[in-house]
Nanobody, 121 residues
């Protein structure tokens, strides 16, 4: 069992930056791939970024070059550094844990409660 708690969301102007963090419970964090997803009102949850157990990273085309995912296995955390934010990045952001780093939302086993990111234009 893994519990995930996101933090770092908030209101930011377009062009600004935010850093989201996800703290994981348990001693097996390093054995999981981690992902970030987001969901805007009226839309399906969509892939943002993922990082494998070995540190390989994957990004949605819409955030490539603007967002950076990283993990710290010693601290049981995964982070999402977001820069050059746009109004269309507004959503609830969720972190998730699974056995493979994938953009497939169904492959993730554990989910956090989400943190709101609002980008004003």
């Amino acid at each position: 069992q893994v519990q995930l708690v996101e933090s770092g969301g908030g209101l930011v102007q377009a062009g600004g930056s935010l850093r989201l963090s996800c703290a994981a419970s348990g001693r097996t964090f390093s054995t999981y791939a981690m992902g970030w997803f987001r969901q805007a009102p009226g839309r399906e949850r969509e892939f943002v970024a993922a990082i494998s157990r070995g540190g390989s990273t994957y990004y949605a085309d819409s955030v490539k070059g603007r967002f950076t995912i990283s993990r710290d296995n010693a601290k049981n955390t995964v982070s999402l550094q977001m820069s050059s934010l746009k109004a269309e990045d507004t959503a609830v952001y969720y972190c998730a844990a699974g056995f493979i780093a994938t953009m497939d939302v169904t492959k993730y086993i554990y989910w956090g409660q989400g943190t709101q990111v609002t980008v004003s234009s």
